[in-house]
């Protein structure tokens, strides 16, 4: 069973135009993550939850916002899309901070237009 | 600093070949070492988790990490088709927690039938 899940799969925007994106989690983890990973590279860590604590990282584009209204959901938001932004996009959840594994969902493939 | 390599294959092996899959890493402070397998189109799924120096083995896998040399490995025994994926390895300062996670590129393996 999923326990991480994210909707959609797929996700077709075009140039400019906002975006959403929904992970769940039925773990109850306190700790959610936004991975971006573009074809043949490295996930990359966007920003993370801590509970109702946002951390940044700090290359992170500000065309790149989330929202946690719950410790079940998490949204990604992109504000205008550039043709750049088309990837893969990975949540990920942890129990808490210390010495806890990360499990991700099957992500969200969006395209750009 | 981050920076973790990883040869990025394809790695192509006869059924029930013994595979063998590194990550070097620059960032002596990593004390958590992880290795995902991804199959197309999904996420990450959790293989190995090790904190330090050391092997640990499940089933057909171990996980072996030389924080000396920044060095780590996983081999997988008794190879099958089904394990033909790309490997993930993955590391970070305080298990995954409040930094995230940083990945290699992953490592494409095809196990030959």
């Known amino acids: 069973d999923a326990m991480v899940i994210q909707n959609p799969r797929y996700q077709v925007t075009q140039f400019g135009k906002p975006v959403t994106l929904s992970c769940s989690q039925t773990l109850n983890h306190n700790v959610m993550y936004w991975y971006q990973q573009k074809s043949s590279q490295a996930p990359k860590l966007l920003f993370h939850y801590y509970d109702k604590d946002f951390n940044n990282e700090a290359d992170t584009p500000d065309n790149f916002q989330s929202r946690r209204p719950n410790t079940s959901f998490c949204f990604l938001d992109i504000r205008s899309p550039g043709l750049g932004d088309a990837a893969m996009y990975l949540c990920a959840t942890s129990r808490d901070h210390s010495n806890q594994p990360q499990h991700f969902g099957d992500g969200t493939r969006l395209s750009i237009l | 600093q981050k920076e973790v390599e990883q040869d990025p294959g394809p790695l192509s092996v006869p059924e029930g070949a013994i595979v063998s899959l590194n990550c070097t890493y620059s960032n002596s402070a990593f004390q958590y070492f992880m290795w995902y397998r991804q199959y197309s189109r999904k996420g990450p799924e959790l293989l190995m988790y090790t904190y330090s120096s050391g092997n640990k083995e499940d089933g057909r896998f171990t996980a072996q990490v030389d924080k000396s040399s920044k060095y780590i490995s996983l081999f997988i025994r008794d190879s099958q088709p089904s394990d033909s994926a790309t490997y993930l390895c993955?590391?970070?300062?305080?298990?995954?927690?409040?930094?995230?996670?940083?990945f290699g590129k992953g490592t494409h393996l095809i196990i030959q039938p």
């Open positions: 993955a590391m970070s300062f305080s298990g995954g927690g409040a930094d995230g996670l940083t």
